[in-house]
């Protein structure tokens, strides 16, 4: 037979050095020719924790809202009826729907504070920590958009820095414990449905959240634009909640549904008319349940 070119030569052998590294990069992934078993020794990417829909405790940080400020009395604090560690048996918090009445009472802490901004979220981390939760409640942000003017709003990164920086913070005493992070409420809607009670917009006039809610009747074309400017930033907030959230296995974001919660009147509270009275904490405590005891997620 004729000898080949060594052309030829060439294509031969580049096709055998191909083969051969094929053969050897299954060998490294593990793979078998036809996609199948894993080879001996070949290490397999860390399973995603699974998320635990019964925690054995719940702490909870945050704002005015978890404290269940102005649900039981005028501009006064009522934990009892708070939507995620309170005992109260109408609102049926959090922690007594996941624990039973008698264990929330031992086996859950409220660290929030009213009038609390994400800036000091990282404080209430730390104390939530020193209690290696099961579970850690986070609803924060509704005062970083109720200032007294726009301006003065939380800027957009420096909210996300500091609920990273917070993240971080609980991280680093308690790695294992799962966070429930609610949306910040949508501050616009409550301002559309408060403004019906003439009483309410009394109160409001005192200094509650003026970014939205001062000159309540005002329908001209600056103060539509001031209450679109505070609806968008938290509309931001939200968006930085949840990116933030979605980098830790053990986070689960409530999807916007605190949000999207259309509160009536009813359920805001008798003296102010924008938080959530025994029966908006019971609201809360409805949506928080069936977001941490939903399957499959986060």
Not at 30 to 56: I, K, M
Not at 138 to 159: E, H, K, Q, Y
Not at 238 to 257: F, K, P, S
Request: contains cysteine; hydrophobic residues 40%; proline residues 5%.
């Amino acid at each position: 037979m004729p000898e080949r070119s060594p052309r030829r030569r060439g294509r031969g052998a580049a096709a055998t050095l191909a083969a051969v590294a094929l053969v050897g990069a299954a060998a490294l992934t593990g793979c078998s020719s036809d996609g199948g078993t894993e080879a001996p020794g070949a290490r397999s990417p860390s399973p995603t924790p699974a998320w635990d829909a019964s925690p054995a405790s719940v702490a909870a940080v945050g704002d005015s809202i978890t404290r269940g400020f102005d649900a039981c009395s005028v501009l006064a604090d009522c934990p009892e009826v708070s939507w995620a560690t309170g005992t109260d048996s109408g609102v049926r918090s959090l922690a007594v729907r996941l624990l039973g009445a008698s264990k929330a009472a031992s086996h859950s802490w409220n660290h929030a504070v009213s009038g609390a901004r994400i800036a000091q979220l990282r404080e209430q981390m730390a104390l939530a920590a020193k209690e290696k939760p099961g579970l850690v409640t986070v609803m924060i942000g509704a005062n970083d958009a109720c200032r007294d003017s726009v301006r003065l709003m939380t800027p957009v990164a420096d909210f996300r820095a500091s609920f990273e920086a917070s993240m971080r913070q609980l991280r680093a005493s308690a790695p294992k414990s799962q966070v429930y992070v609610s949306s910040v409420p949508d501050l616009k809607r409550l301002w559309s449905t408060g403004r019906e009670n003439p009483l309410g917009k009394q109160i409001w006039k005192l200094g509650i959240c003026r970014s939205m809610l001062g000159d309540a009747d005002d329908m001209g074309a600056a103060a539509v634009a001031r209450r679109d400017a505070v609806l968008e930033r938290v509309v931001a907030y939200n968006d930085a909640l949840r990116d933030v959230c979605a980098r830790d296995e053990l986070c689960r974001y409530d999807g916007g549904a605190v949000f999207d919660y259309r509160f009536t009147g009813a359920q805001l509270s008798e003296w102010d008319w924008f938080h959530p009275g025994r029966d908006g904490q019971a609201r809360l405590a409805e949506i928080a349940y069936r977001e941490v005891t939903a399957a499959g997620r986060p």
